[in-house]
Protein backbone atom coordinates (compact mmCIF):
# COMPACT_ATOMS: atom_id res chain seq x y z
CA UNK A 1 0.00 0.00 0.00
CA UNK A 2 3.05 2.28 0.39
CA UNK A 3 3.37 2.12 -3.04
CA UNK A 4 0.50 3.19 -4.41
CA UNK A 5 0.56 6.21 -1.86
CA UNK A 6 3.89 7.16 -2.75
CA UNK A 7 2.83 6.92 -6.73
CA UNK A 8 -0.24 8.57 -6.08
CA UNK A 9 1.22 11.67 -3.86
CA UNK A 10 3.33 12.44 -6.96
CA UNK A 11 2.55 14.92 -9.74
CA UNK A 12 1.25 13.42 -12.82
CA UNK A 13 2.84 15.07 -15.82
CA UNK A 14 0.96 14.84 -18.81
CA UNK A 15 2.80 15.08 -22.48
CA UNK A 16 1.37 18.16 -24.77
CA UNK A 17 0.93 16.60 -27.89
CA UNK A 18 -0.33 19.81 -29.95
CA UNK A 19 2.76 21.84 -28.56
CA UNK A 20 5.05 20.73 -31.20
CA UNK A 21 2.86 20.75 -33.93
CA UNK A 22 1.16 24.17 -33.24
CA UNK A 23 5.17 25.43 -32.44
CA UNK A 24 5.88 24.24 -36.52
CA UNK A 25 2.60 26.26 -37.77
CA UNK A 26 3.25 29.14 -36.27
CA UNK A 27 6.77 29.68 -37.00
CA UNK A 28 6.44 29.01 -40.70
CA UNK A 29 6.77 25.61 -41.05
CA UNK A 30 5.52 22.80 -43.09
CA UNK A 31 3.19 24.14 -45.69
CA UNK A 32 3.72 27.24 -46.97
CA UNK A 33 1.34 29.56 -44.79
CA UNK A 34 0.53 33.24 -45.51
CA UNK A 35 -0.75 34.23 -42.36
CA UNK A 36 0.23 34.08 -38.71
CA UNK A 37 0.49 30.97 -36.06
CA UNK A 38 -1.26 33.29 -33.84
CA UNK A 39 -4.09 33.99 -35.84
CA UNK A 40 -4.85 30.76 -36.86
CA UNK A 41 -5.42 30.24 -33.89
CA UNK A 42 -7.83 32.63 -33.03
CA UNK A 43 -9.76 32.08 -36.15
CA UNK A 44 -9.68 32.70 -40.19
CA UNK A 45 -8.32 36.39 -41.22
CA UNK A 46 -7.04 38.00 -44.41
CA UNK A 47 -3.27 37.22 -44.94
CA UNK A 48 -0.57 39.50 -43.44
CA UNK A 49 1.05 39.26 -47.35
CA UNK A 50 -1.08 38.01 -49.82
CA UNK A 51 -0.11 35.60 -52.78
CA UNK A 52 -3.09 35.84 -55.28
CA UNK A 53 -3.89 39.88 -54.66
CA UNK A 54 0.02 41.06 -54.57
CA UNK A 55 0.48 39.33 -58.38
CA UNK A 56 -3.06 40.01 -59.52
CA UNK A 57 -1.29 44.01 -58.79
CA UNK A 58 1.82 43.31 -60.22
CA UNK A 59 -0.07 42.34 -63.98
CA UNK A 60 -2.33 45.18 -63.39
CA UNK A 61 0.28 48.05 -62.47
CA UNK A 62 2.40 46.45 -64.87
CA UNK A 63 -0.08 46.18 -67.94
CA UNK A 64 -0.96 49.97 -67.15
CA UNK A 65 2.50 51.17 -67.11
CA UNK A 66 3.48 49.49 -70.69
CA UNK A 67 0.06 50.48 -72.08
CA UNK A 68 1.06 54.31 -71.02
CA UNK A 69 4.13 53.80 -72.73
CA UNK A 70 2.60 52.66 -75.86
CA UNK A 71 0.11 55.68 -76.06
CA UNK A 72 2.41 58.30 -74.85
CA UNK A 73 4.52 57.41 -78.03
CA UNK A 74 1.22 57.55 -79.84
CA UNK A 75 0.82 60.85 -78.89
CA UNK A 76 4.27 62.53 -79.55
CA UNK A 77 3.97 63.32 -82.57
CA UNK A 78 0.44 64.96 -82.67
CA UNK A 79 2.14 66.87 -79.50
CA UNK A 80 4.93 67.99 -81.72
CA UNK A 81 2.90 69.03 -84.38
CA UNK A 82 0.72 71.01 -81.83
CA UNK A 83 3.52 72.75 -79.66
CA UNK A 84 3.91 75.88 -81.38
CA UNK A 85 -0.05 76.38 -80.52
CA UNK A 86 0.66 76.63 -77.29
CA UNK A 87 2.07 79.23 -74.48
CA UNK A 88 6.21 78.87 -74.67
CA UNK A 89 6.69 77.46 -71.21
CA UNK A 90 3.45 75.30 -70.94
CA UNK A 91 3.62 73.53 -73.71
CA UNK A 92 6.51 72.04 -72.85
CA UNK A 93 6.05 71.65 -68.82
CA UNK A 94 2.24 70.01 -69.48
CA UNK A 95 4.18 67.24 -71.34
CA UNK A 96 6.91 66.76 -69.88
CA UNK A 97 5.26 66.53 -66.22
CA UNK A 98 2.73 63.80 -67.92
CA UNK A 99 6.21 61.94 -69.66
CA UNK A 100 7.52 61.67 -66.05
CA UNK A 101 4.98 60.26 -64.07
CA UNK A 102 4.53 57.43 -66.61
CA UNK A 103 7.72 57.07 -66.57
CA UNK A 104 7.30 57.05 -62.60
CA UNK A 105 4.25 54.38 -62.57
CA UNK A 106 6.74 52.18 -64.63
CA UNK A 107 9.72 51.83 -62.65
CA UNK A 108 7.20 51.34 -59.94
CA UNK A 109 5.41 48.85 -61.41
CA UNK A 110 8.84 47.42 -62.24
CA UNK A 111 10.14 47.19 -58.42
CA UNK A 112 6.73 47.03 -56.75
CA UNK A 113 6.83 50.19 -54.39
CA UNK A 114 4.46 53.84 -55.08
CA UNK A 115 2.44 52.33 -57.80
CA UNK A 116 -0.80 53.97 -56.22
CA UNK A 117 0.98 57.34 -55.48
CA UNK A 118 2.63 57.38 -59.08
CA UNK A 119 -0.79 56.35 -60.98
CA UNK A 120 -2.78 58.72 -58.41
CA UNK A 121 -0.21 61.24 -60.08
CA UNK A 122 -0.65 60.77 -63.74
CA UNK A 123 -4.40 60.75 -62.93
CA UNK A 124 -4.62 64.12 -61.58
CA UNK A 125 -2.34 65.74 -63.34
CA UNK A 126 -3.77 64.58 -66.56
CA UNK A 127 -7.39 66.08 -65.22
CA UNK A 128 -5.67 69.70 -65.04
CA UNK A 129 -4.04 69.44 -67.71
CA UNK A 130 -7.77 68.94 -69.39
CA UNK A 131 -8.90 72.17 -67.22
CA UNK A 132 -6.09 74.32 -68.37
CA UNK A 133 -5.54 73.24 -72.02
CA UNK A 134 -8.20 76.26 -73.44
CA UNK A 135 -6.40 78.72 -71.39
CA UNK A 136 -2.50 77.54 -72.14
CA UNK A 137 -2.98 78.74 -75.98
CA UNK A 138 -1.09 81.70 -78.00
CA UNK A 139 -4.25 82.32 -80.03
CA UNK A 140 -7.93 80.74 -77.59
CA UNK A 141 -10.23 82.23 -80.42
CA UNK A 142 -7.72 80.05 -83.29
CA UNK A 143 -9.94 76.99 -83.91
CA UNK A 144 -7.41 74.13 -83.85
CA UNK A 145 -6.89 71.37 -86.48
CA UNK A 146 -7.44 67.89 -85.44
CA UNK A 147 -7.63 66.85 -81.85
CA UNK A 148 -6.05 67.88 -79.15
CA UNK A 149 -3.17 65.24 -78.47
CA UNK A 150 -4.46 64.46 -75.10
CA UNK A 151 -7.14 63.01 -76.27
CA UNK A 152 -4.42 59.56 -76.86
CA UNK A 153 -3.89 60.00 -72.88
CA UNK A 154 -7.33 59.58 -71.94
CA UNK A 155 -7.36 55.97 -71.66
CA UNK A 156 -4.62 55.85 -69.78
CA UNK A 157 -5.75 58.49 -67.32
CA UNK A 158 -8.74 56.71 -66.54
CA UNK A 159 -6.62 53.34 -66.19
CA UNK A 160 -4.11 54.84 -63.63
CA UNK A 161 -7.22 56.52 -61.72
CA UNK A 162 -8.67 52.74 -61.70
CA UNK A 163 -5.28 52.02 -59.89
CA UNK A 164 -4.87 54.12 -57.42
CA UNK A 165 -8.38 55.39 -56.40
CA UNK A 166 -10.53 53.29 -54.27
CA UNK A 167 -13.48 51.86 -56.21
CA UNK A 168 -15.68 55.01 -56.02
CA UNK A 169 -13.93 57.84 -56.91
CA UNK A 170 -12.27 55.85 -59.40
CA UNK A 171 -15.92 55.35 -61.00
CA UNK A 172 -16.39 59.06 -60.99
CA UNK A 173 -13.08 59.75 -62.70
CA UNK A 174 -14.33 57.42 -65.56
CA UNK A 175 -16.94 59.71 -65.97
CA UNK A 176 -15.22 62.79 -65.01
CA UNK A 177 -12.08 62.93 -67.65
CA UNK A 178 -13.57 62.34 -70.21
CA UNK A 179 -16.97 64.97 -70.16
CA UNK A 180 -14.34 67.33 -69.66
CA UNK A 181 -12.62 66.26 -72.88
CA UNK A 182 -15.81 66.57 -74.25
CA UNK A 183 -16.20 70.42 -72.82
CA UNK A 184 -12.16 70.77 -73.99
CA UNK A 185 -13.31 69.43 -77.37
CA UNK A 186 -16.48 71.72 -78.37
CA UNK A 187 -13.87 74.52 -77.88
CA UNK A 188 -12.00 76.64 -80.90
CA UNK A 189 -8.75 75.39 -78.61
CA UNK A 190 -9.65 71.86 -78.82
CA UNK A 191 -10.93 71.57 -82.69
CA UNK A 192 -14.50 73.11 -82.48
CA UNK A 193 -16.43 70.11 -82.74
CA UNK A 194 -19.77 69.98 -82.47
CA UNK A 195 -22.01 68.76 -79.77
CA UNK A 196 -22.91 64.91 -81.66
CA UNK A 197 -18.93 64.59 -82.23
CA UNK A 198 -17.99 65.44 -78.72
CA UNK A 199 -20.81 63.40 -77.19
CA UNK A 200 -19.15 60.51 -79.43
CA UNK A 201 -15.70 60.95 -77.90
CA UNK A 202 -17.12 61.19 -74.43
CA UNK A 203 -19.09 58.43 -74.54
CA UNK A 204 -16.34 56.00 -75.99
CA UNK A 205 -13.71 57.52 -73.38
CA UNK A 206 -16.22 56.71 -70.45
CA UNK A 207 -17.30 53.17 -72.16
CA UNK A 208 -13.96 52.40 -72.16
CA UNK A 209 -12.39 53.69 -68.56
CA UNK A 210 -15.65 51.39 -67.22
CA UNK A 211 -14.32 48.50 -68.92
CA UNK A 212 -10.91 49.12 -67.30
CA UNK A 213 -12.18 49.46 -64.22
CA UNK A 214 -14.48 46.79 -64.32
CA UNK A 215 -11.55 44.05 -65.07
CA UNK A 216 -9.54 45.61 -62.43
CA UNK A 217 -12.38 45.09 -59.59
CA UNK A 218 -13.21 41.62 -60.71
CA UNK A 219 -9.52 40.79 -60.78
CA UNK A 220 -9.20 42.29 -57.24
CA UNK A 221 -12.48 40.41 -56.06
CA UNK A 222 -11.54 37.28 -57.62
CA UNK A 223 -7.70 37.74 -55.52
CA UNK A 224 -9.35 38.46 -52.50
CA UNK A 225 -11.68 35.48 -52.95
CA UNK A 226 -8.98 33.41 -53.41
CA UNK A 227 -6.73 34.82 -50.19
CA UNK A 228 -9.82 34.25 -48.19
CA UNK A 229 -9.99 30.72 -49.43
CA UNK A 230 -6.37 29.97 -49.08
CA UNK A 231 -6.60 31.45 -45.37
CA UNK A 232 -10.17 29.36 -44.42
CA UNK A 233 -8.52 26.32 -45.57
CA UNK A 234 -5.07 26.61 -43.76
CA UNK A 235 -7.13 27.78 -40.45
CA UNK A 236 -9.02 24.55 -41.19
CA UNK A 237 -5.82 22.70 -41.38
CA UNK A 238 -4.56 23.98 -38.48
CA UNK A 239 -7.30 22.90 -36.29
CA UNK A 240 -7.59 19.67 -37.65
CA UNK A 241 -3.86 19.12 -36.64
CA UNK A 242 -4.87 20.33 -33.09
CA UNK A 243 -7.70 18.04 -33.09
CA UNK A 244 -5.54 15.03 -34.33
CA UNK A 245 -2.53 16.20 -31.92
CA UNK A 246 -5.38 16.36 -29.04
CA UNK A 247 -6.62 12.72 -29.75
CA UNK A 248 -2.96 11.38 -30.32
CA UNK A 249 -2.79 12.78 -26.93
CA UNK A 250 -5.66 11.45 -25.23
CA UNK A 251 -4.67 7.85 -26.37
CA UNK A 252 -1.04 8.01 -25.13
CA UNK A 253 -2.20 9.59 -21.17
CA UNK A 254 -5.17 7.30 -21.57
CA UNK A 255 -3.01 4.28 -22.36
CA UNK A 256 -0.22 5.05 -19.85
CA UNK A 257 -2.57 5.35 -17.31
CA UNK A 258 -4.46 1.89 -17.84
CA UNK A 259 -0.77 0.31 -18.39
CA UNK A 260 1.08 1.96 -15.41
CA UNK A 261 -0.60 3.53 -13.06
CA UNK A 262 -3.98 1.70 -12.78
CA UNK A 263 -1.81 -1.84 -12.43
CA UNK A 264 0.57 0.02 -9.82
CA UNK A 265 -2.51 0.42 -7.71
CA UNK A 266 -4.36 -2.74 -8.09
CA UNK A 267 -1.02 -4.79 -7.52
CA UNK A 268 -0.11 -2.55 -4.50
CA UNK A 269 -3.93 -2.95 -3.40
CA UNK A 270 -3.50 -6.87 -3.62
CA UNK A 271 -0.14 -7.16 -2.38
CA UNK A 272 -0.08 -9.09 0.97
CA UNK A 273 3.02 -10.08 1.06
CA UNK A 274 6.95 -8.80 1.41
CA UNK A 275 7.18 -9.62 -2.29
CA UNK A 276 4.28 -8.61 -3.73
CA UNK A 277 4.92 -5.03 -2.04
CA UNK A 278 8.58 -4.81 -3.37
CA UNK A 279 6.57 -6.28 -7.07
CA UNK A 280 4.09 -3.14 -6.69
CA UNK A 281 6.81 -0.60 -5.83
CA UNK A 282 8.68 -1.86 -8.51
CA UNK A 283 6.01 -1.26 -10.55
CA UNK A 284 5.38 1.93 -9.39
CA UNK A 285 8.98 2.92 -9.90
CA UNK A 286 8.34 2.04 -14.00
CA UNK A 287 5.08 3.66 -14.05
CA UNK A 288 6.67 7.33 -12.96
CA UNK A 289 9.40 6.41 -15.42
CA UNK A 290 7.25 6.07 -18.25
CA UNK A 291 5.21 9.11 -17.42
CA UNK A 292 8.23 11.28 -17.11
CA UNK A 293 9.66 9.94 -20.46
CA UNK A 294 6.27 10.99 -21.92
CA UNK A 295 6.88 14.48 -20.96
CA UNK A 296 10.24 14.60 -21.76
CA UNK A 297 9.82 12.88 -25.43
CA UNK A 298 8.88 16.00 -27.46
CA UNK A 299 6.10 15.20 -29.48
CA UNK A 300 6.12 14.46 -33.30
CA UNK A 301 9.78 13.45 -33.10
CA UNK A 302 10.51 11.98 -36.96
CA UNK A 303 13.91 10.25 -35.75
CA UNK A 304 14.02 6.38 -36.74
CA UNK A 305 15.32 3.82 -34.79
CA UNK A 306 16.51 0.47 -36.32
CA UNK A 307 14.03 -2.68 -36.04
CA UNK A 308 16.38 -4.77 -33.99
CA UNK A 309 16.35 -2.29 -31.31
CA UNK A 310 12.57 -2.93 -30.56
CA UNK A 311 13.04 -6.71 -31.04
CA UNK A 312 15.12 -6.23 -28.04
CA UNK A 313 13.42 -4.26 -25.83
CA UNK A 314 10.03 -6.07 -26.06
CA UNK A 315 12.23 -9.46 -25.77
CA UNK A 316 13.48 -7.78 -22.51
CA UNK A 317 10.49 -6.53 -21.53
CA UNK A 318 8.85 -10.61 -22.01
CA UNK A 319 11.62 -11.98 -20.07
CA UNK A 320 10.61 -9.59 -16.93
CA UNK A 321 6.87 -11.38 -16.54
CA UNK A 322 5.85 -14.18 -14.67
CA UNK A 323 5.40 -16.99 -17.54
CA UNK A 324 7.97 -17.56 -20.40
CA UNK A 325 7.05 -16.61 -24.45
CA UNK A 326 8.71 -18.26 -27.15
CA UNK A 327 10.79 -16.05 -28.91
CA UNK A 328 10.53 -16.14 -32.83
CA UNK A 329 12.24 -13.17 -34.60
CA UNK A 330 13.89 -12.24 -37.83
CA UNK A 331 16.77 -9.94 -37.70
CA UNK A 332 16.59 -7.35 -40.24
CA UNK A 333 19.31 -4.97 -40.30
CA UNK A 334 17.81 -2.68 -42.95
CA UNK A 335 14.53 -1.90 -41.45
CA UNK A 336 14.48 1.33 -39.66
CA UNK A 337 10.64 2.76 -38.37
CA UNK A 338 9.78 6.25 -36.64
CA UNK A 339 10.18 6.78 -32.97
CA UNK A 340 6.55 7.58 -31.96
CA UNK A 341 6.02 4.48 -33.89
CA UNK A 342 8.83 2.10 -32.19
CA UNK A 343 7.22 3.48 -28.65
CA UNK A 344 3.74 2.52 -30.07
CA UNK A 345 4.69 -1.05 -31.12
CA UNK A 346 6.74 -1.62 -27.65
CA UNK A 347 3.78 -0.46 -25.42
CA UNK A 348 1.15 -2.13 -27.32
CA UNK A 349 3.26 -5.63 -27.35
CA UNK A 350 4.19 -5.31 -23.53
CA UNK A 351 0.41 -4.75 -23.00
CA UNK A 352 -0.79 -7.54 -25.24
CA UNK A 353 1.66 -9.72 -23.20
CA UNK A 354 0.72 -8.97 -19.62
CA UNK A 355 -2.83 -9.62 -20.79
CA UNK A 356 -2.02 -13.34 -22.02
CA UNK A 357 -0.30 -13.69 -18.67
CA UNK A 358 -2.96 -12.64 -16.83
CA UNK A 359 -6.24 -13.87 -18.49
CA UNK A 360 -4.93 -16.77 -20.42
CA UNK A 361 -5.09 -18.80 -17.74
CA UNK A 362 -3.07 -21.52 -16.32
CA UNK A 363 -4.00 -24.84 -18.48
CA UNK A 364 -1.40 -23.56 -21.57
CA UNK A 365 -0.84 -26.39 -23.69
CA UNK A 366 1.79 -26.45 -26.76
CA UNK A 367 3.45 -24.61 -28.16
CA UNK A 368 2.67 -22.51 -25.37
CA UNK A 369 3.02 -18.75 -25.88
CA UNK A 370 4.66 -17.14 -28.04
CA UNK A 371 6.08 -14.11 -29.38
CA UNK A 372 6.95 -13.66 -32.96
CA UNK A 373 8.51 -10.44 -34.68
CA UNK A 374 9.88 -10.15 -38.18
CA UNK A 375 9.33 -7.50 -41.63
CA UNK A 376 6.15 -7.86 -43.32
CA UNK A 377 5.48 -7.38 -47.15
CA UNK A 378 4.53 -3.57 -46.72
CA UNK A 379 8.12 -2.82 -46.06
CA UNK A 380 7.38 -2.69 -41.97
CA UNK A 381 7.28 -5.45 -39.47
CA UNK A 382 5.11 -7.31 -37.67
CA UNK A 383 4.46 -8.63 -33.99
CA UNK A 384 2.48 -11.25 -33.09
CA UNK A 385 1.74 -12.47 -29.94
CA UNK A 386 0.23 -15.47 -29.08
CA UNK A 387 -1.18 -18.13 -26.51
CA UNK A 388 -3.24 -21.34 -26.29
CA UNK A 389 -5.09 -19.91 -23.25
CA UNK A 390 -9.11 -20.02 -22.26
CA UNK A 391 -9.05 -17.09 -25.50
CA UNK A 392 -12.66 -14.97 -25.16
CA UNK A 393 -15.12 -13.53 -27.68
CA UNK A 394 -13.77 -10.07 -29.06
CA UNK A 395 -17.18 -9.39 -29.75
CA UNK A 396 -18.46 -9.39 -26.01
CA UNK A 397 -15.86 -7.54 -24.42
CA UNK A 398 -17.29 -5.06 -21.89
CA UNK A 399 -16.48 -0.99 -23.06
CA UNK A 400 -15.42 -0.35 -19.56
CA UNK A 401 -12.62 -2.78 -20.38
CA UNK A 402 -9.65 -0.39 -21.87
CA UNK A 403 -6.84 -2.68 -22.43
CA UNK A 404 -7.56 -3.74 -25.93
CA UNK A 405 -9.02 -0.66 -27.27
CA UNK A 406 -7.11 2.08 -25.57
CA UNK A 407 -3.62 0.39 -24.40
CA UNK A 408 -3.48 -1.92 -28.11
CA UNK A 409 -5.55 -0.55 -30.58
CA UNK A 410 -5.69 3.43 -30.67
CA UNK A 411 -2.12 3.13 -29.23
CA UNK A 412 -0.93 0.98 -32.58
CA UNK A 413 -3.51 3.49 -34.85
CA UNK A 414 -1.84 6.76 -33.51
CA UNK A 415 1.33 5.43 -35.01
CA UNK A 416 -0.53 4.61 -38.14
CA UNK A 417 -0.23 1.01 -37.54
CA UNK A 418 -3.32 -1.68 -37.16
CA UNK A 419 -4.02 -4.55 -35.18
CA UNK A 420 -5.87 -7.76 -35.74
CA UNK A 421 -7.55 -9.87 -32.90
CA UNK A 422 -8.23 -13.26 -33.00
CA UNK A 423 -9.69 -15.30 -30.40
CA UNK A 424 -11.72 -18.44 -29.64
CA UNK A 425 -13.12 -19.57 -26.39
CA UNK A 426 -11.04 -22.57 -25.54
CA UNK A 427 -8.28 -22.63 -28.05
CA UNK A 428 -6.42 -19.16 -27.02
CA UNK A 429 -5.75 -15.83 -28.48
CA UNK A 430 -3.59 -14.26 -30.83
CA UNK A 431 -2.49 -10.47 -31.55
CA UNK A 432 -0.99 -9.58 -34.84
CA UNK A 433 0.67 -5.62 -34.59
CA UNK A 434 1.36 -4.61 -38.42
CA UNK A 435 3.22 -1.53 -39.47
CA UNK A 436 2.52 -0.25 -41.53
CA UNK A 437 -0.86 -1.67 -41.98
CA UNK A 438 -1.69 -4.13 -45.33
CA UNK A 439 -4.38 -1.54 -46.79
CA UNK A 440 -1.52 1.30 -46.81
CA UNK A 441 0.41 -0.88 -49.93
CA UNK A 442 -3.28 -1.26 -51.73
CA UNK A 443 -4.28 2.69 -51.06
CA UNK A 444 -0.54 3.79 -52.12
Given at each position: ???A?S???????IP?????T?D????G???????R?????G??????????????ET??S???????VI?????LP??L?????RL????????????V??G??????V???GVR???????????????????L???P??????KP???????VA???????F???W????T?L?P??Y?????????????V???S?????????G????I?I????Q????V?A??????????????????E????QV?????D????????????G?P?????????AS?A?TR?????V?P???D???????????????????A????????E??????????S?A?????????V?????????I??????????????GG?TIE???????F???H?????LG??????E????A????????E????T??T?????????A?A
Amino acid sequence: MAAAKSAAALPLRIPRAERGTRDKIASGGGPETPGRGSDLIGGPTQPRNPISRTRIETVVSRSVAGVGVIFSLQALPIMLAQVHLRLPILAVAMPLALAVGIGAVLVAAVIKVGVRVTTGTVAVVYLAALVAWPFLMRDPSAVLDGKPWLWYMCTVATACAAVSFPLVWAAIYTFLAPIVYGIVRTQPSGGGADVLLASLDTVYATILGQVILIIIFMLRQTAAAVDAAQTNALYQYATAVRQHATEVERVQVDSIVHDSVLATFLAAAAAGSPKAAQLASGMASDALTRLNDAAVVPAGNDGLVPFNSLTVRIREAAEKLAAPFTFVECEIDTLSIPVHASDALFAASVQAMVNSVQHAGDGIVEPGRTLTMRANAQGGCTIEIADTGVGFDPEHVPSERLGLRLSIQERVASAGGSVQIRSEIGRGTTITIDWPPEAAEAAA
